[in-house]
């Protein structure tokens, strides 16, 4: 419930952050115009007049893979994955880009207990909330359909393992909860200046001796 609820408040932050930044950049009556995500050449809307403010949000979503065995036993081995980016330079014509971003990743394993003649529910669930910068730049400045790009990320996570256990109304939790460093490398493409597909490696930290690490996938949208 922890995890779920924590999700739906991201979603809800990172949605609300970028409602107003999209508005920012709606085409000025008159057209025609055109809009390109932060990592293309141009800045935005563009008229004879010059260019217009341009959105720093994308918000991404997708699976996370863990590597460890042990994780994998305790929470699953295909874990959701929300990610929101505020770019610091989004008009910038340079191909590096400085983003902070913010991860909320989890997955958990269900399955029944028993107690004597009691039987049970047990939920087993792992969590994480990231958040750092990220450094990304284009490998081409082909004004194309699709544009690859590299990036690199750093920066902290606040992870949490927990267990309830479920008898009839009777309910017993333990959660651990520990800070930890994080690292991604990756890449991806942008397709109509808009869309994103991204690959990565994430290291979320150590919980419990287990390592929070593996391989992920996303689609995201820039707005």
Excluded at 20 to 48: H, I, K, R, V
Excluded at 62 to 76: C, I, L, T
Excluded at 126 to 151: E, Q
Excluded at 179 to 187: D, H, I, N
Aim: hydrophobic content about 40%; glycine content about 12%.
């Amino acid at each position: 419930m922890k995890r779920i609820s924590l999700v739906a408040l991201c979603s809800v932050i990172l949605a609300a952050a970028a409602f107003p930044a999209f508005a920012d950049t709606a085409a000025p009556e008159g057209g025609p115009y055109y809009n390109l995500s932060p990592y293309a050449p141009s800045q935005g809307w563009t008229q004879s007049g010059g260019p217009v403010k341009q959105s720093p949000w994308t918000v991404k979503i997708g699976a996370f893979f863990p590597a460890d065995r042990a994780v994998k036993d305790y929470a699953g081995d295909t874990w959701g994955v929300l990610s929101g980016e505020y770019a610091l330079n989004p008009s910038s014509s340079s191909n590096l880009k400085t983003s902070i971003f913010m991860d909320v990743a989890g997955g958990s394993n269900d399955y029944g207990v028993s107690w004597g003649w009691n039987v049970g529910n047990e939920t087993d669930a792992v969590d994480s909330f990231a958040m750092g910068i990220s450094l990304s730049t284009l490998t081409s400045r082909d004004k194309g359909d699709i544009a690859p790009y590299l990036s690199v990320s750093g920066g902290f996570s606040i992870d949490s393992v927990g267990s309830t256990v479920t008898f009839g109304d009777e309910n017993s939790d333990s959660t651990t909860t520990v800070a930890s460093g994080v690292f991604k490398a990756g890449g991806g493409v942008i397709i109509h200046n808009r869309y994103i597909l991204e690959a990565d490696y994430s290291d979320y930290g150590v919980i419990e001796d287990a390592r929070l690490n593996g391989w992920g996938v996303s689609i995201g949208y820039h707005f």
